[in-house]
């Protein structure tokens, strides 16, 4: 049986960067497993995960065989034909393998393959140890790791994240001697840099994770997460709230510290008055802090730091906190104050000097196409125009405030505040700040009517400005965020039940966005002729002539909000095969084509389901291939054989049952209905020939099958269901 014992590797750091600690442990971790099974040696990583800290990262397994299995080899030879001469002796071609192997030729022993009889090698040799080798793993691992800007130190060549000053490698009890970076191994680890600066002595990889917390150092991160969480609520707690912990920040929090300590700190209350998304962005995105939040969700005057030590004197950590706060949140109450001073009204008259985009013009310009997009919109929901043209006038104006200049992430939020001060309605004020949702992956769409309506129509202008400004994307250029604009384009489309025409819009959004483009182009050539015109020159007019706008956009544009649809139609379990189906009828509604696709995958659970795609798969292929005209009506009396008589019979059937709900919309009824139809469609195929010499019967039969295929198709192309 193979002796195994526990692995330890810990490498040393100095402070490792935050965001990228998390991947560089789990690179680090992976690496070593390849390694290991790339060199054969067994291990059992049980519950194993990297363990790390900002100044370390490590790699603990309960089990590692202490040697490789034996090592056994095959290296084939030449074939009898080419090995032995006429007299059965070697030739000079196997004197040379056998010479290459070290043994006689008489030793070799020999194989057959398809081609014949030929010579082969057969060697085995004791496995090397584990330890031998652990020197090549770790350095294998750590060159596979992704550090984009790896660092130098010292005078010598190793370059890493961070500069390496500790290295432990325990094989069981037996520290493995190696160098790695110029340091040598051994099993003095380290503690914390200030609670604990006496070496720790590590005397087998089991006592690793309890000899480190004995030196104050949490060398396991989840472990090190939960007593963060614990600590924070435990601290907002005793003020009477709830912290607000987001993974991100939690996350980051994490990757700071070695011994977590919390510490409860306020702010003076006048800040409450500045919106607390900015307080809050303060706090997360700058400090690392953790807020507290009160009833209903509402920002009180405490919050939470962790520390990385714990401070006998907690008061002087707290002050140090706030006094780090308080400037940011002054500034922000500035901002704020000025910016109510100004008005929001006001602050949208500069935005016609702010490009939005070279060929698209102005922001204020894209305003004013939003707001057109919008009163179109609102008005096929049944949402009030005038309302979504106020706010879509208002959507951009916070972005002349002094708050969303030093704070670009409140865009829309600051604007709510500011409508709300201005006496503009809730539904406007809402609307402003909703009009930017979903602003990530996973976030809620827009929730008020009004805002529903801006969210689509800001994104219908980017994704047609886009477009014809030239800035569709190219692998990981994305300069305009267009996928993810098209994404949240259609989730606010689809989720909000909207039956929208939404090619219809998609047009009416590229017209606009041409025109801008052309009116633009115009511009530009005005303005160079007029400087031309002033030296002199004669400019004929056939040069301000400007570009047509290309109505194909708006197919091209179509294709790309189904490409972004198929990715979350996949995530939520939809096969490709009932995407394909819906998406070749590319209806103009994307609700519809919601519908359609649930219908899709009820209609696919039926058992006759398979059945009925591979018979509109036929059917399909039989009619691309009709070389006569098939007639719009069937001619009953062309109907000569009874299966094809009762097919035409159960069809206009199922047509006549299926109208309404055709009509409705009801899609799960029409495939329900039509899936009865399977016994006289086995029965047809069974009995009836469709390309028959006679050309009328063989277009009657053409006819018939085309009704019955375009029932089906007016759901779905069900035949993409056929495996």
Sequence with gaps: ???????????????????????????????????????????????????????????????VATEQPEQNSEVLGPYLNIALDAEGQPTRALQGFAAKAGIDWAQLERTSDAKGE???????????????????????????????????????DHAFARPVHWLVVLLGQDVVELEIMGVRSDRMSRGHRFEHAKPVWIGTPGDYIDALRGAHVLVDADERRARIEQQVQEAAGKAGGVARITEDNLEQVNCLVEWPSAVLCSFEPEFLAVPQEALVATMEANQKFFPVLGEGGRLTEHFIGIANIESQDVREVSKGYERVIRPRFADAKFFFDEDLKQGLVSMGEGLKTVTYQAKLGSVADKVARVAALAETIAKEIGVDPALARRAAELSKNDLQSRMVNEFPELQGIAGRHYAVAAGEGNEIALAIDESYQPRFAGDDIALSPVGKVLAIAERLDTLAGGFAAGLKPTGNKDPFALRRNALGLARTVIESGFNLDFWGLLRDAVVESAGAVSLTELGKKVAAAESAKGQGAEIPTAQFSTRSIDISQVDEIYDFVLDRLRGYYADKGAPASHFNAVAELRPHSLYDFDTRLDAIGQFATLPEAEALAAANKRINNILKKADVAIPHAIDRGLLNDPAESALAEAVEAAIGDTDEALHRHDYISVLSRLALLRPQVDAFFDSVMVNVDDVAVRGNRLALLKRLADRFRAVAAIEHLSS
Aim: glycine share 8%; proline share 9%.
């Design 1 to 63: 049986m193979t002796d195994m014992k526990p692995l330890l590797i810990e490498l040393g750091t100095e402070e490792l960067p935050v965001k990228a600690l998390p991947g560089l442990a789990q690179a680090f971790f992976d690496g070593v497993i390849d390694a290991l099974q790339k060199r054969g040696i067994e291990f059992d990583r049980g519950n194993a995960r990297p363990l790390y800290t900002p100044r370390r990262l490590a790699v603990l397994l309960p089990a």
């Design 118 to 156: 030929r010579f082969v090698h057969r060697s085995s040799k004791a496995g090397a140890r584990t330890a031998d080798l652990l020197g090549e793993i770790v350095r294998e691992s750590l060159a596979a790791m992704p550090i984009p800007k790896p660092m130098r130190w010292g005078n010598h």
